[in-house]
């Protein structure tokens, strides 16, 4: 079946849970905080080919959303602690 949306599946190198991990280390996020770690394909002109989109909801904190312009595979810990508590996508 075609993804039309562009959404991706999870990925099988288990690169969402290291977001998700590194992100709740980075922020210190309990586990009542929401975690959604997705890869987006854009086919628009000035959008990147692939980006990940990380969405924290329920923290302690406002809800936050992040876009980063990288496939999930090749986001590092360097990547996540540049993100800002008080950014948003």
Not at 18 to 46: N, P, Q, W, Y
Request: aromatic letters at 2%.
């Amino acid at each position: 079946m075609d993804d039309i949306l562009g959404l991706s599946r999870a990925k099988p190198d288990g690169s969402a849970q290291r977001i998700k991990d590194l992100v709740r280390r980075r922020f210190g996020l309990d586990d009542s905080a929401t975690l959604m770690v997705s890869e987006l394909r854009c086919h628009e002109d000035g959008c990147p080919d692939v980006e990940t989109v990380i969405a924290v909801m329920g923290a302690a904190q406002a809800n936050l959303t992040w876009k980063i312009a990288k496939p999930m595979a090749r986001i590092d810990a360097a990547d996540i602690a540049a993100l800002s508590a008080t950014e948003r996508a």
